[in-house]
């Protein structure tokens, strides 16, 4: 999201907890975890400023020893939202999310950071879900605010944003190349045709986030429709989908991936989901940027590329593209309009007459539904 300043970091309401309480907490918790000589000692709790807004994210240090080894290293909790805390989505599993990572790992080598340990009561020193991971160093692109107009990824020559979106769409393609993946993760499997089940799920959650609270969108419910109407003929085999797909959820080294994140939207379904979220995502900054008068990046993240380098990847040929583009938009049009409506709950926004606007890519999404966007 941006404010009249693009460049300015935008403050968010978060849950709110006392950070100098946990340590101490942590720390007995986290005893019961090791096999610790001594309860460990925990330190540098903090809240990374860059979070996402869908849950809350804890760093914290935690040393001890093992039959007088040095143990610990860096870590990382992530925590459900809370039901004050206005959540971004109806039901937050975590214990999919664990899973998910974990049979990831297994099965590919697509950096996924090391998984510690799963809560799933509310038990505990954080008072809610939460699985903790090994703390992974490196760089992301950051959304808030967008890299299309400063840091590292807009300093970068063409050909390192390139090398960059190679990479990204090869950690796609060895997500999808996993074999028997409703074997692999039966939490993500389902009845039916698994885009259909899919698409279901994206108007349930329109429903929750909006529309049963009488914030109805004319255009979302438009895009319904035009999907509806336009359904592709043959949605392919399924693959697992990463959900969340891009790279501002991966940690990078320089260009090439070293910690794949936030699996919440995971899902079995069609391999275009991927594709077109990666591509989505990237346009909605870009068009940001050239609302703002600024270039961007539009050498980064083409249509084009990353549908050659797919089919280099996998092997497979992407399909109606434009109905997953369009697709992609009306989801990521969920996600905004429930986050208007958030910043609305906090007092960091103002209601508006038109319910369209609660898009902030409704130009964009406006102009899929003409078949007038512009890629390449």
Not at 37 to 58: E, H, I, Y
Not at 264 to 279: F, K, N, Y
Not at 357 to 364: A, G, Q, T
């Amino acid at each position: 999201m941006t404010s009249a300043d693009p460049n300015q970091r935008r403050q968010l309401t978060i849950s709110e907890m006392d950070l100098d309480l946990l340590g101490a907490e942590l720390a007995e918790w986290l005893g019961g975890k090791v096999a610790a000589d001594a309860q460990p000692k925990v330190t540098s709790v903090t809240r990374p400023q860059a979070g996402g807004m869908s849950s809350t994210t804890l760093l914290f240090d935690a040393e001890w020893t093992e039959q007088g080894a040095a143990a610990g290293g860096s870590f990382v909790a992530r925590l459900a939202p809370t039901a004050d805390s206005f959540p971004v989505f109806e039901k937050y599993d975590l214990a999919t999310q664990f899973a998910v990572m974990a049979a990831v790992a297994e099965a590919t080598d697509v950096p996924v950071p090391p998984l510690c340990w799963l809560e799933t009561g509310t038990d505990n020193p954080l008072h809610a879900p939460f699985f903790v991971m090994r703390r992974m160093e490196g760089r992301v692109p950051e959304d808030n605010p967008p890299y299309v107009f400063l840091g590292w990824l807009f300093d970068a020559t063409p050909e390192q944003r390139y090398e960059l979106t190679r990479n990204t769409i090869e950690v796609i393609a060895k997500l999808h190349a996993i074999e028997d993946p409703v074997a692999k993760f039966p939490a993500l499997a389902g009845e039916g045709n698994a885009l259909r089940r899919h698409f279901e799920a994206q108007k349930a959650w329109y429903d929750w986030a909006l529309a049963r609270d009488g914030y109805r969108i004319p255009l979302l419910e438009r895009t319904f429709e035009h999907l509806e109407q336009n359904w592709p003929a043959d949605s392919g085999p399924d693959v697992l989908s990463w959900g969340d797909a891009r790279p501002g959820n991966i940690m990078f080294d320089e260009f090439s991936p070293v910690a794949v994140l936030d699996w919440e939207m995971a899902a079995i379904g069609p391999r275009e989901l991927d594709v077109a979220w990666t591509l989505l995502i990237h346009r909605f900054f870009q068009d940001i940027a050239t609302r703002f008068d600024q270039p961007g990046l539009p050498d980064y993240m083409r249509r084009s590329h990353v549908e050659a380098l797919y089919e280099e990847f996998s092997g497979h040929r992407v399909k109606d593209l434009d109905w997953y583009l369009t697709y992609a938009a009306l989801r990521h049009g969920i996600v905004m309009a429930r986050i208007k409506r958030r910043m609305i709950h906090f007092g960091e926004d103002t209601d508006t007459a038109d319910r369209d606007d609660y898009v902030m890519h409704r130009p964009l999404l406006e102009a899929l539904l003409d078949g007038t966007y512009s890629w390449d």
